[in-house]
Every structure is written in structure tokens, then in C-alpha cells.
């Protein structure tokens, strides 16, 4: 029987999402929701989606999971709603704004006993996968520096992007999977705290070692850079397209599109699998732990010298 799928947003992610969806035979896109009809009637159109829902709660009526893939800003109140409709829920990253969200989507999931997840899509992302295989194999050693830069460039949108809670999010997360905790010990927002444009982070890996990072939507040149120092070899990536080494094992070359396309493709598969009981999902608690760290170093960003 197919698994009845409701995608609350439409954009860029959201095609990604449904194109997949449209390869699965045992999965079909029944619904879409977006505030914007015109561009859910387009949406429904190209992906041959039967219902075009007037509000959340619409959307997943008949449906047996929802995918939330709005504005970031929607994430929290959206999610919850499909939450509280007892469908299992996939929400962008990232879920909500504050720790007490987070949880609240968590104990909910728990009162309707449905699986909610989070899109951890950078753990999922080819050279950040080798990463983390070359970390739990011991060939890389120990960790003593992760160094990352991230200047996007950002598709028009009527919303206004987070570089903390968006894109920061996803270097803390690897950096939290890659090493356990972390002490953050300064961050910078600008042009305010509330929604940063740019932000730069500085924080303690376990043992005394140091990640810093740097996340700006202001750059007119697209730069995406990590480089992570172990104590047997050393990796530089852009997270999408290479994976550079001293070592021929720790090597990678991809189009940076269809690694994208991969990583959302296995994040979906494996949400899925786990809705039906054939594997697990990355915990919930993770992604409490991520907001939580976001939490501190916004925190950090609003003391001002």
C-alpha cells in the first residue's frame, strides 16, 4: 500500500522533495499546502498532485506523512500542526526558533506516538558522509580543527533567511555529530541578533580543540569551505561537489547538484523507512540538542562589548 505524502511549501526544496517522491512506487504526493495558491497550483500541476489544500490541517486530512518545507519562519507553527493531526512529520531544517519549540514538537510527536524528524540533510551530503566514515574508522585520527566559510548565494524570496539558525546550523550539527559536545565561546550577528545576515562563530572542541565559523549572505561570490585537521591526514570540502586529501582513500568528485538531489533522496528514504518501522531516523533528540547550541551561541551574539 502506498504511503499517502502531504507537502506543506513548494519551493526549491520542495520540487527536490516531490521529484524523488515521484520515483517511489510505493510512495505518492497526494496533497500540497502553500499560502501562495498560485504556486501550489503550479506545484500540482508538475507533479501530478491531486489535491491542492486550503490550510495545513487540509492537507494532510487523507494523508499518511507531511513533509514541511516552507519559509523557515513556518516551520515551527506548520510542523505542529501536522503533529497534532497525528502524522508523521519531516520538517526542514531549521524545525523552529527557540529550545521550548523544539521540545514542544517532541513531546507532541510522543503524545501521538508519530515519528517527527528533522532534515539533517548535511549529514547526508557525499563528503560529509566520507567525513564521518573517516572519523568513526579512525582513519583520520583525532580531530584538531574544523575551519569552515559559507557565503551562499540565495534564490529571490519574499522571506528573510537566518544565518544562524539556517545555515550555522548545519556546520554545528556535523561538528556535533563529528566530535560530541561543544563549548561555544563567542559569536557576532549582523546586522542585528534577532535574524543575522552574517554571523561568525568560535567554539571549543572536546579536548581544547577549535571550530570556527563564518556564514554571510552578503558576499557577491558563492564560497562554500571547510577544512578538517586530524591527526593523520587532513580533508578541505566544499560539502557538495570535492573532497581533497593528503590520502587517495579520502578522496571525492561530484556534480554539486546531484549530490544535493542524493542527500535529500536518502534523508527522504530513510524518514520513510523508519514511518514504516524498517530502520530508525536520526533521533529527535539530536535536533534538540542543535537548538539548544544555537540557542547559546544567539546568546553569545547579544552581548554586546
Known amino acids: 500500500m502506498k504511503m499517502r505524502v502531504a507537502m506543506i511549501g513548494c519551493g526549491a526544496v520542495g520540487s527536490i522533495h516531490a521529484t524523488y517522491l515521484a520515483s517511489q512506487p510505493d510512495v505518492e504526493l497526494t496533497a500540497v499546502y502553500s499560502p501562495e495558491r498560485d504556486s501550489a497550483v503550479a506545484f500540482a500541476g508538475r507533479y501530478g498532485v491531486r489535491t491542492i489544500a486550503t490550510s495545513v490541517e487540509d492537507a ?56 517527527v524528524g528533522c532534515a539533517h540533510t548535511s549529514r547526508y551530503l557525499a563528503p560529509y558522509a566520507r567525513v564521518q566514515a573517516a572519523i568513526q574508522s579512525g582513519l583520520l585520527g583525532q580531530i584538531q580543527e574544523i575551519s569552515y566559510i559559507r557565503y551562499p548565494q540565495l534564490q529571490p524570496r519574499a522571506w528573510i533567511d537566518n544565518a544562524l539558525v539556517h545555515h550555522a546550523a548545519h556546520v554545528i550539527d556535523l561538528a556535533m555529530q563529528w566530535c560530541g559536545e561543544l563549548e561555544p565561546l563567542a559569536c557576532t550577528g549582523f546586522p542585528d541578533t534577532s535574524s543575522p545576515q552574517s554571523v561568525s562563530l568560535l567554539a571549543m ?6 571550530l570556527t565559523a563564518a556564514i554571510s549572505y552578503g558576499a557577491k561570490l558563492p564560497i562554500s569551505h571547510m577544512v578538517v585537521v586530524g591527526t593523520k591526514h587532513t580533508l578541505e570540502t566544499d560539502g557538495f561537489s570535492y573532497l581533497r586529501s593528503d590520502i587517495e582513500e579520502l578522496q571525492f568528485t561530484g556534480d554539486e547538484r546531484t549530490v544535493y538531489e542524493q542527500a535529500i533522496a536518502v534523508q527522504d528514504a530513510r524518514f520513510f523507512g523508519a514511518c514504516r518501522g524498517e530502520n530508525t531516523y536520526i533521533p529527535w533528540t539530536d535536533t534538540e540538542k542543535l537548538m539548544r547550541m544555537i540557542h547559546r551561541f544567539k546568546m553569545l551574539a547579544s552581548v554586546r562589548p
Open 205 to 210: 572542541l572536546p579536548g581544547g580543540k577549535s
Open 60 to 115: 494532510v486530512a487523507a494523508t499518511d506523512a507531511a513533509i514541511v518545507c516552507s519559509p523557515s519562519d513556518a516551520h515551527y507553527v506548520q510542523a505542529r500542526a501536522c503533529l497534532r493531526a497525528g502524522k508523521p512529520t519531516l520538517v526542514e531544517l531549521p524545525p523552529c526558533g527557540e529550545p521550548h519549540e523544539v521540545e514542544e514538537l517532541g513531546a507532541i510527536a510522543r503524545q501521538q506516538g508519530v515519528i
